[in-house]
């Protein structure tokens, strides 16, 4: 058994462990509340929830901290190492394809859909004692202490989420009745979870090309084609995109359908899951290819606008990638300093060598850049459901903001975590190589880092202009962090400045596209700078944040010279500060801040 770690804090995150003299081992994470101990977010929360959302809900984030460095952590690890099972037919040989998954999943499932109910929360009241639906700031803090430990599963419980939510805005009235109460229901025996089919062999990021047809048979869609990527394979209901015969080519001519696994009869509906994905992470929730042989789909919304319809779950999957992302880079933290601060090499302690806490930097800060760009992200949708226009410019350039840097940060970090450890990093019974394995579907799903920048650049900067609202709102924000000193908010206010000319200059010229992933890059770090140095402002706040902002604007919204010394003296005093255990005040930092 590993031994619990003692918690001390590293910046706003407190970790941290001894090893176990006798086989000099470092232990991790395992039986440590990773609400407890991640400083951060509970002093983020205090700050993105409502006060009385707060209290109300902060058990429940004690709770699921405690499983998540508990039981959930041990379930996923088992899991992992015991993927589903397809069976294409019966012992009787008809094609009743099922999928077999290990008990520690269907444990994990109790605890998502059953005890938790992420898959209802921001729908109904009724979910962790509420009144009303959950905040998206309290559902995506939720998804990120659960991703801590298990990611799999994440896929499956936020599209079915997702789906609800389509269902809910486009369906008929008639589809709802039919749908929602099941996949709606708390009773994990007979509840309905939803997926989302979309990607087909002759397109992925271009969605114009899939073949997949519907027809209208006696008065009923019948879909014909094969889907080539298909997470939860087995949902009880998918959304999936279809061309209906006649209708144009490309983006235009698609429309959007519920595909039900079972008939109002029971039977199973006319598809086939063909084969399972022997992939490279993700590996306790089944990824599959399923084969539509005349299924009956029922149409949702208007066929004409069905990839419109879908890039609205699109774009909450894409929140819900970043946090995810988010959340991984934090067990990276916490791992890291576990090990750091347990480690003896040469008689210290390996978090006493300047190169060590260089390396700790780097896992760390863009750790804490995703942690406040969620929040922040997942505040402006909460602002924009109550009707807010400019929470809604936010969240369009927020969303895919978030998707595009904090899942590229998450592979270099969970790497940097794994060599933190050291050669047992790289072996299969530590939580390492899960999380490198993990990390990289975050580049692919829901569209590539390609994509995620281009839709930034051409549609959010280009077409609606979001990133003046975000602008503006990021400049207010630096104009009321006035205990921060002037002199290092001009800094940022110039690289605010520098980096909006940047992104019209791109997004205005089509010769300079392949400047589109610099563009999505600078704009997020100029805004997880400004949004942690407004943080660390906050009274009581720990100012800690303010230097992880300093780090962002160093290296990597300034210019670096490769043949000077990268770490200056500032950087010595800062990593000092952020590696010691004395509380920090915005006074302590002011020679810091400049
Ligand atoms: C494990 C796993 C599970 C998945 N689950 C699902 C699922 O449940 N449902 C679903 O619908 N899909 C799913 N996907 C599919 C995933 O969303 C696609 O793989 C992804 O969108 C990329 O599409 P593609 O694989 O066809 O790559 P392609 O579109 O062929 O892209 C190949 C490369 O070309 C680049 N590229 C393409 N167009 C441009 C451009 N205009 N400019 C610059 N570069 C470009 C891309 O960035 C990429 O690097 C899953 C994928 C994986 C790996």
Redesign the pocket.
């Given at each position: 058994m590993h031994a619990p770690p003692s918690h001390r804090s590293f910046g706003n995150t407190q970790a941290g462990g001894v090893a176990s003299g006798a086989d000099h081992i470092t232990p991790d994470c395992a039986g440590g509340n990773f609400y407890e101990i991640d400083r951060g977010l509970r002093d983020l929360l205090a700050l993105y929830l409502e006060p009385i959302d707060f209290r109300r809900l902060e058990p429940h984030f004690h709770r699921l901290g405690a499983l998540s460095g508990g039981r959930l952590d041990e379930l996923a690890r088992v899991a992992d190492k015991h993927p589903p099972v397809l069976n294409a037919r019966d012992r009787f040989g008809r094609d009743e394809d099922w999928i077999d998954y290990h008990s520690s999943y269907r444990e994990m499932e109790s605890i998502a859909f059953g005890d938790f109910q992420f898959h209802a929360m921001s729908h109904r009241a009724g979910t962790l004692g509420m009144d009303r639906p959950l905040p998206a700031v309290a559902k995506y803090a939720l998804q990120y202490l659960f991703v801590q430990a298990e990611f799999g599963l994440m896929?499956p419980i936020s599209?079915t989420d997702t789906s609800i939510h389509l269902i809910r805005k486009f369906a008929s009235a008639e589809l709802k009745d039919y749908l929602l109460p099941k996949m709606l229901s708390d009773d994990t025996a007979t509840q309905w979870k939803g997926?989302?089919?979309?990607?087909e062999?002759a397109?992925?990021?271009?969605v114009g090309a899939i073949e997949t047809t519907a027809r209208c048979e006696d008065g009923v869609w019948r879909l014909y084609g094969d889907?080539?990527?298909?997470?939860?394979?087995d949902a009880d209901v998918a959304l999936?995109l279809a061309r209906p015969e006649g209708a144009p080519t490309g983006t235009r001519g698609l429309a959007l359908f519920a595909l039900p696994r079972r008939m109002k009869d029971g039977r199973r509906n006319a598809y086939r899951i063909v084969r399972l994905?022997d992939?490279?992470?993700?590996r306790s929730m089944a990824?599959g290819e399923i084969l539509l042989e005349g299924a009956v789909g029922y149409l949702v919304g208007d066929p004409g606008r069905g990839l419109k319809q879908m890039m609205e779950q699109v774009n909450l999957s894409r929140l819900s990638h970043g946090v995810r992302a988010a959340a991984m880079m934090r067990r990276c933290v916490n791992e890291a300093m576990v090990c750091a601060r347990g480690r003896i090499a040469f008689g210290k302690t390996i978090v006493e060598f300047p190169l060590l806490r260089r390396q700790l930097l780097k896992i760390a800060v863009p750790s804490e850049q995703s942690l406040s760009m969620f929040l922040f992200t997942a505040s402006a949708m909460d602002r924009a459901n109550a009707g807010s226009k400019e929470a809604e410019g936010l969240l369009r350039i927020l969303t895919p903001l978030l998707k595009f840097r904090a899942c590229r940060d998450n592979v270099p970090v969970a790497t940097g975590a794994m060599e933190v450890r050291g050669g047992n990093g790289y072996i299969e019974e530590w939580v390492h190589a899960r999380l490198i394995r993990d990390a990289h579907?975050g580049v692919?799903?829901?569209?590539?880092?390609?994509?995620n920048a281009?839709d930034i650049v051409n549609r959010a900067i280009g077409k609606s202009g979001a990133h003046r609202t975000l602008g503006e709102a990021l400049a207010k924000l630096l104009d009321e962090a006035t205990p921060i000193p002037s002199t290092f908010r001009a800094r940022l206010r110039l690289a605010l400045k520098r980096t909006l000319a940047f992104a019209e200059r791109v997004a205005a010229t089509p010769a300079l596209?392949a400047s589109a992933r610099q563009v999505a890059s600078s704009l997020y770090h100029v805004a997880s700078a400004i949004l942690m140095t407004r943080e660390a402002a906050q009274p009581g706040a720990d100012a800690r944040r303010a230097l992880y902002a300093r780090f962002v604007l160093e290296y990597r919204l300034g210019a670096q010279d490769p043949l000077e010394p990268a770490a200056g003296d500032w950087e010595r005093q800062a990593a000092e500060i952020l590696f010691s255990e004395r509380p920090v005040a915005i006074g302590d930092l002011a020679e810091l801040l400049v």
């Amino acid at each position: 058994m590993h031994a619990p770690p003692s918690h001390r804090s590293f910046g706003n995150t407190q970790a941290g462990g001894v090893a176990s003299g006798a086989d000099h081992i470092t232990p991790d994470c395992a039986g440590g509340n990773f609400y407890e101990i991640d400083r951060g977010l509970r002093d983020l929360l205090a700050l993105y929830l409502e006060p009385i959302d707060f209290r109300r809900l902060e058990p429940h984030f004690h709770r699921l901290g405690a499983l998540s460095g508990g039981r959930l952590d041990e379930l996923a690890r088992v899991a992992d190492k015991h993927p589903p099972v397809l069976n294409a037919r019966d012992r009787f040989g008809r094609d009743e394809d099922w999928i077999d998954y290990h008990s520690s999943y269907r444990e994990m499932e109790s605890i998502a859909f059953g005890d938790f109910q992420f898959h209802a929360m921001s729908h109904r009241a009724g979910t962790l004692g509420m009144d009303r639906p959950l905040p998206a700031v309290a559902k995506y803090a939720l998804q990120y202490l659960f991703v801590q430990a298990e990611f799999g599963l994440m896929c499956p419980i936020s599209v079915t989420d997702t789906s609800i939510h389509l269902i809910r805005k486009f369906a008929s009235a008639e589809l709802k009745d039919y749908l929602l109460p099941k996949m709606l229901s708390d009773d994990t025996a007979t509840q309905w979870k939803g997926t989302q089919f979309m990607t087909e062999r002759a397109g992925g990021s271009d969605v114009g090309a899939i073949e997949t047809t519907a027809r209208c048979e006696d008065g009923v869609w019948r879909l014909y084609g094969d889907k080539w990527f298909c997470s939860h394979a087995d949902a009880d209901v998918a959304l999936l995109l279809a061309r209906p015969e006649g209708a144009p080519t490309g983006t235009r001519g698609l429309a959007l359908f519920a595909l039900p696994r079972r008939m109002k009869d029971g039977r199973r509906n006319a598809y086939r899951i063909v084969r399972l994905k022997d992939k490279l992470g993700t590996r306790s929730m089944a990824s599959g290819e399923i084969l539509l042989e005349g299924a009956v789909g029922y149409l949702v919304g208007d066929p004409g606008r069905g990839l419109k319809q879908m890039m609205e779950q699109v774009n909450l999957s894409r929140l819900s990638h970043g946090v995810r992302a988010a959340a991984m880079m934090r067990r990276c933290v916490n791992e890291a300093m576990v090990c750091a601060r347990g480690r003896i090499a040469f008689g210290k302690t390996i978090v006493e060598f300047p190169l060590l806490r260089r390396q700790l930097l780097k896992i760390a800060v863009p750790s804490e850049q995703s942690l406040s760009m969620f929040l922040f992200t997942a505040s402006a949708m909460d602002r924009a459901n109550a009707g807010s226009k400019e929470a809604e410019g936010l969240l369009r350039i927020l969303t895919p903001l978030l998707k595009f840097r904090a899942c590229r940060d998450n592979v270099p970090v969970a790497t940097g975590a794994m060599e933190v450890r050291g050669g047992n990093g790289y072996i299969e019974e530590w939580v390492h190589a899960r999380l490198i394995r993990d990390a990289h579907i975050g580049v692919l799903w829901e569209g590539t880092s390609n994509i995620n920048a281009l839709d930034i650049v051409n549609r959010a900067i280009g077409k609606s202009g979001a990133h003046r609202t975000l602008g503006e709102a990021l400049a207010k924000l630096l104009d009321e962090a006035t205990p921060i000193p002037s002199t290092f908010r001009a800094r940022l206010r110039l690289a605010l400045k520098r980096t909006l000319a940047f992104a019209e200059r791109v997004a205005a010229t089509p010769a300079l596209e392949a400047s589109a992933r610099q563009v999505a890059s600078s704009l997020y770090h100029v805004a997880s700078a400004i949004l942690m140095t407004r943080e660390a402002a906050q009274p009581g706040a720990d100012a800690r944040r303010a230097l992880y902002a300093r780090f962002v604007l160093e290296y990597r919204l300034g210019a670096q010279d490769p043949l000077e010394p990268a770490a200056g003296d500032w950087e010595r005093q800062a990593a000092e500060i952020l590696f010691s255990e004395r509380p920090v005040a915005i006074g302590d930092l002011a020679e810091l801040l400049v």
